[in-house]
């Protein structure tokens, strides 16, 4: 019992919230400077859109797999199902197992597409990076309650007293004010079990397609004749 209070105590990280993912997107987006594109060079631009999707993924999974990996792997403690239901601890740790699953899952299918040789235009490199960031941040996403769950574990046993009679005192006192805060509501665990590339159609929300689609166009890569036109129009307005 005190050996697992310690090793809540001990965690350090703090678990990944939208805003950690939101800054994932845009520092992969932002990283990759705008640079011309010589359409028969297709080798290139389809690596440069594979290395946005690999860096994305990279980012994604240490994230969930560093707050994975400092929480305890038994929940046995007495004193934390005083306050949380077991099956809800085993619900969320599963969401994020299967979070960091996916993700790894969606990532190789989208970087196998894009080093195809059937990958021949930029526009569809773009597609596929634009799609493979939608899927893995929907991930992200969907694993959010779960985090927060787990997180609320982690300040609970952090918080309780390291004198096991005060402990036990205090988790006690919690049976009176416990609040639906301590349950983890099945219909919002929603990470699909595993990968389905068949079943991608409405999978990413419309607004945040609409959102990496701007970024696409703001960060990145244009075919050289597109540049030598930029660079015409803006000597043209100085």
């Known amino acids: 019992m005190e050996e697992e209070k310690k090793s809540f105590k001990k965690m350090t990280s703090v678990f990944p919230k939208k805003e950690d993912f939101d800054e994932i997107i845009l520092g992969v987006e932002q990283y990759y400077k705008i640079r011309p594109v010589v359409p028969k060079f297709k080798r290139s631009f389809r690596r440069h859109y594979a290395e946005k999707v690999r860096d994305a993924r990279n980012l994604m999974l240490?994230?969930?797999?560093?707050?994975?990996?400092?929480?305890?792997?038994?929940?046995?403690?007495?004193?934390?199902?005083?306050?949380?239901?077991?099956?809800?601890?085993?619900?969320?740790?599963?969401q994020l197992r299967r979070a960091v699953q996916v993700i790894g899952q969606m990532a190789s299918y989208f970087i196998r597409l894009l080093k195809k040789d059937e990958c021949d235009s930029l526009d569809q490199c773009k597609r596929l990076k634009v799609t493979a960031l939608g899927c893995m941040y929907t991930v992200a996403m969907r694993c959010l309650p779960s985090l927060a769950f787990l997180d609320r574990i982690r300040q609970y046993m952090a918080n309780l007293e390291d004198d096991e009679n005060a402990s036990t005192a205090t988790a006690t006192a919690t049976l009176t004010i416990k609040t639906d805060q301590d349950v983890l509501a099945e219909e919002r665990c929603t990470v699909p079990n595993y990968f389905d590339a068949h079943k991608l159609d409405g999978f990413v929300d419309p607004e945040t397609m609409s959102w990496l689609w701007e970024l696409e166009s703001k960060h990145g890569a244009l075919l050289q004749d597109d540049v030598q036109v930029m660079s015409s129009m803006e000597a043209l307005v100085i």
């Open 62 to 94: 240490d994230k969930l797999i560093l707050y994975s990996n400092e929480l305890p792997t038994d929940y046995n403690d007495e004193l934390l199902y005083q306050r949380f239901q077991p099956f809800h601890c085993i619900l969320a740790r599963d």
